[in-house]
């Protein structure tokens, strides 16, 4: 063997390599005045080798000599040792070892100000400097080393405006207090107040905050742009590495450095992962499981992006491009939407979009979810879950952001006053964690929920939420590419695309489990798995009658908007749970003609029903997203908030539970209702043949979308006037237009 091999060649160091010298050298003193050891003065000696130079010191500003006999050597590196960080005597730490989350702040502190010149100006007399960390767990290291190792030695500082002595140089040195890791509301609180009055002084201020930490815009507006302080890299790291895991002030450098994760991955890392990565043995382990570490973070739920069609998946790819583009091709973040909202029913392929957003892009996921949030605890202990999530997201940037679940945050609309207080506590949480992940460039956010209409509309007012896209259940299109993922190329593409077909009405959760599940049972029944395995389990619960009434109710539905000029029916279809069709909602002035109009449309269903089946089932009823819901819920804002009823401009904010129990007011909504289900079943009446055929058509085919559906719809003559000519009496004097 070559012995030159045995002394790997040895990279540059960083040119701030130097100043980390001379902090480490300040904290081992401090350190060494702690110690108990009755030979503290060799540590000392070590600790200063300005004053006292030994052999170790000459071997550390010379990385590529040897001290060690090649056989030695090669004998510690066979047993996984590392010959460059060990003595002769066989020690491989340093004498006075400094708690290695110092060393790693240190480093980044001195890759971050390159020298001490650079520091000393922050803190110069009259400055003003605002020193940011990523996480709340920097900030207890960032300040300890900052005061032994940075600032001047004999440097009096106070930790507060309020104790300034006259006639004293003190530096102000404010930094939030963050000892149980977390940061209150009460101290952020405490921290905005000091800094306002220690900017009312002369004296220099530094102040040391994390990322987390929202200052009020008035103080942003007066002091200097933040210090970020450097991420760990690959040279940050090496530094500490050495400095930590050598008792020679030297490492196998060459060997650390192939075995490193790259400096993106590196930065992306918490520092819980860093800390159990720096718990290993030798600077070549330590790089071994960090990578093993990012490669966790960084690896992707599946290889494939954006696939399908629709207006969801338009607009994930759409902010994919954007993405891409500010990364790599300099668009300004300004011109990104970085926001989605997503809604729409479980298992419609929420959560996959997200996930194939960030895969698209080439980019993290980081994945928030208030069911786990919740589940830690005590409020205190939620909120240290969503501020760690969004730190995430902040370090791992450019990423996605995805957080489930959105709508269990709740509205502080409304009277329910049950746990009032909690729900205002985090929804004010989560508004200031949105607000400031927003400032964050690289960040997308993406929400998730079943029913927007349930959230606080302070949240996904745009600036939160820019863009708000429902997720339907979806068409045979969708449903194909589930099918694609666990059937490609054992079966031909027509035979999954009729699959795909009378698949129509589950969602994509609820196929690939039903897909799965199938796998499974052949495997334990040693068979090989069929498509007609899959189309039994299809048909399972496939009841005629049943879905020929839901086939008549979304018909009457989609006809009926479109006699009333409502060209917004865009797909109509049988699901698992019933039936949908779904509408772009289209602006209108907010008239009575207009309510009336939206009021014909949700009773179009029921009528239809009663038309040609002659009675109407529950399917209009049930949740708050039924048709009756929705509908009494309009008929009763007509009446007592939207100044279009019988209350004139009286405006309430009864509850509709409470409002619901007067029988005057029930009485109004009621004759409301009716009258839109008669006028309904007038538009049907005239259009009974078109009505069934279609039925028979979606019967069939399972949806309408696309040409087939707007061949049907074009043969619907518009009947705008039924609605004026059907008028139900009202109170006069009314005010006719909704202006709110």
Not at 696 to 714: I, K, S, T, Y
Not at 722 to 733: C, Y
Request: aromatic share 4%.
């Amino acid at each position: 063997m070559n012995q030159n091999s045995l002394v790997p060649s040895q990279p540059s160091r960083p040119e701030w390599d130097a100043y980390l010298g001379a902090i480490t050298r300040r904290l081992r003193l401090a350190v060494a005045l702690k110690m108990p050891d009755p030979e503290a003065a060799s540590a000392l000696a070590e600790a200063f080798p300005d004053v006292v130079r030994g052999p170790l010191d000459v071997l550390a500003a010379h990385p590529q000599l040897s001290h060690l006999p090649p056989d030695l050597a090669q004998d510690i590196r066979s047993r996984d040792g590392d010959p460059d960080a060990t003595l002769i005597t066989g020690e491989d730490r340093p004498a006075v070892p400094v708690p290695v989350a110092w060393l790693l702040m240190a480093a980044r502190l001195a890759a971050t100000f390159r020298s001490a010149e650079r520091f000393a100006e922050m803190t110069r007399a009259g400055a003003v400097a605002l020193l940011r960390v990523p996480e709340v767990r920097d900030v207890a290291n960032a300040s300890l080393v900052i005061r032994r190792a940075l600032l001047p030695e004999g440097q009096l500082i106070v930790r507060r405006p309020d104790i300034l002595e006259h006639g004293v140089d003190q530096l102000v040195f404010l930094c939030p207090d963050t000892s149980d890791g977390q940061l209150s509301r009460s101290t952020t609180s405490q921290v905005t107040e000091w800094i306002a009055q220690s900017l009312a002084t002369d004296r220099p201020v530094l102040i040391l905050v994390p990322a987390a930490l929202r200052l009020p815009e008035t103080l942003r507006a007066v002091l200097p742009e933040p210090v970020d302080v450097r991420t760990v890299d690959r040279d940050i790291l090496l530094a500490t590495l050495r400095r930590s895991h050598s008792a020679t002030g030297k490492i196998d450098e060459g060997a650390a450095r192939s075995a490193l994760p790259s400096d993106r991955a590196l930065a992306m890392l918490s520092g819980v992962e860093l800390g159990a990565g720096l718990r290993e043995a030798s600077a070549r382990e330590v790089a071994l499981r960090l990578a093993a570490l990012a490669r966790r973070n960084t690896a992707h739920v599946g290889q494939h992006g954006i696939n399908g069609s629709g207006p969801a998946a338009d607009a994930a790819r759409r902010i994919a491009a954007d993405l891409v583009d500010w990364s790599r091709n300099g668009l300004a973040w300004q011109d990104v939407t970085r926001s989605l909202l997503l809604y729409g029913p479980p298992g419609t392929g929420k959560s996959w979009l997200a996930k194939s957003l960030a895969v698209e892009a080439d980019v993290p996921l980081v994945t928030g979810h208030f069911g786990a949030w919740q589940s830690r605890g005590h409020l205190g202990e939620m909120l240290a879950g969503m501020r760690e999530t969004f730190e995430e997201a902040q370090r791992k940037a450019p990423c996605v952001l995805f957080i489930d679940e959105i709508d269990s945050v709740g509205s502080r609309e409304g009277g329910e006053r049950h746990n009032a207080s909690y729900r205002r506590q985090v929804i004010n949480a989560f508004l200031l964690e949105l607000d400031g992940i927003a400032q964050v460039q690289g960040v997308v956010t993406v929400g998730a929920c079943n029913n927007a209409a349930v959230i606080d509309p302070a949240v996904i007012r745009p600036g939160r939420f820019d863009l708000h896209v429902e997720v339907p259940m979806p068409d045979a299109s969708g449903l194909m590419l589930v099918l694609r993922r666990h059937l490609g190329g054992e079966f031909p593409e027509a035979q999954l695309a009729e699959l795909a077909r009378r698949a129509v009405g589950q969602s994509m959760a609820e196929l690939d489990a039903n897909i799965r599940n199938l796998r499974s049972v052949c495997r334990s029944q040693r068979r090989v798995f069929s498509l007609d395995d899959l189309a039994q389990v299809l048909q399972r619960g496939h009841d005629p009658d049943l879905h020929w009434r839901v086939a008549i109710h979304e018909c009457g539905h989609a006809l009926v908007a479109t006699a009333l000029g409502r060209n917004d029916v865009t797909r109509v279809a049988l699901s698992a749970a019933g039936g949908e069709t779904m509408r772009t909602r289209l602006p209108a002035a907010g008239t009575v003609q207009d309510f009336d109009r939206e009021l014909t449309i949700l009773l179009a269903g029921r009528a239809a029903e009663v038309l040609v089946l002659g009675d109407p089932s529950a399917g209009s009823g049930g949740g708050r997203e039924s048709d009756l819901a929705v509908a009494s819920t309009l008929a009763l804002s007509m009446h007592t908030q939207m100044g279009l009823g019988w209350h004139g401009p009286v405006w309430s904010d009864t509850s509709a539970e409470v409002a619901l129990r007067d029988p005057h007011i029930r009485h109004k909504v009621r004759t409301s209702m009716e009258a839109a289900q008669g006028r309904a079943r007038h538009i049907l009446a005239a259009r009974r043949l078109l009505l069934e055929g279609m039925a028979r058509e979606l019967v069939q085919h399972r949806e309408l979308a696309g040409p087939d559906l707007e061949a049907w719809l074009a043969q619907v003559t518009c009947d705008d006037g039924t609605v004026a000519a059907a008028k139900e009496e009202r109170a006069p004097g009314r005010n006719q237009t909704n202006t709110s």
